[in-house]
């Protein structure tokens, strides 16, 4: 048991190490980024709620067909991948890289690679839910389409994508301030008053 937790250790060092040399160019930009998704500034969620709702206000404008958006959007990450490591650079300087600024990058990095092990993890966890037990995937999966299906169809597809990416762009800080453990603590306190006075009717 031992010997497998150090050999994940290691393959998750490892790991982390590849993306962080695979990131060396977008250091001081993530980073950046990271203070403003951690909201380090009180006023940082409101601007990026801004400015998402001004890049979706944009794209409701000129209304680009599916082949335009995902080319301009294949367009930007190339330019922004050929560009940004050189601006970056000149810049921030890679003389003005600190210790502190290492750890926290080397701490991104290893939540990015937890991440993406997790995802990993569930979708194997599907796969072989699918193998054991093909009627309960079956019946798992068209339901879950067909709830996602209903809200597509209830809800316009761009508010929808923006209400999700805001969501998402919100979550760190929400979870770094609190805001997410608070309300799930009072969701499951109502569920165990709920399950309690169904337990007392029951006697």
């Known amino acids: 048991m031992a010997e497998s937790d150090n050999k994940s250790a ?37 601007a990026l709620v801004g400015v998402t709702t001004m890049v979706f206000l944009l794209i409701y404008y000129l209304d680009p067909s599916v082949l335009t958006g995902l080319s301009g ?11 940004v490591p050189t601006v970056a650079l000149k810049v921030f300087g890679s003389n003005k890289w600190t210790t502190e ?4 990058f080397h701490e991104i990095c290893n939540n990015l690679v937890r991440s993406e092990r997790r995802v990993v993890g569930w979708w194997k966890r599907l796969c072989a839910l699918k193998e054991e037990k093909p009627k309960v ?9 067909l709830a996602v299906a209903w809200i597509g169809q209830q809800v316009h597809n761009l508010f929808l994508t923006y209400l999700i990416v805001s969501f998402l762009l919100l979550l760190p800080g929400l979870n770094q301030h609190g805001v997410i453990s608070k309300y799930t603590s009072m969701a499951k306190r109502e569920i165990n008053k709920l399950l309690k006075q169904k337990e007392k009717k029951n006697q």
């Open 73 to 83: 959007t294949v367009m930007l990450l190339c330019l922004a991948d050929y560009f």
């Open 137 to 145: 995937y079956f019946a798992s999966v068209i339901s879950g389409l």
């Open 10 to 46: 290691n393959l998750l060092a490892q790991e982390t190490a590849q993306l962080e040399e695979q990131l060396q160019g977008w250091r001081e930009v993530i980073l950046a980024g990271d203070r403003v998704l951690r909201w380090e500034q009180p006023w940082f969620p409101g």
């Open 101 to 104: 600024q290492q750890q926290r």
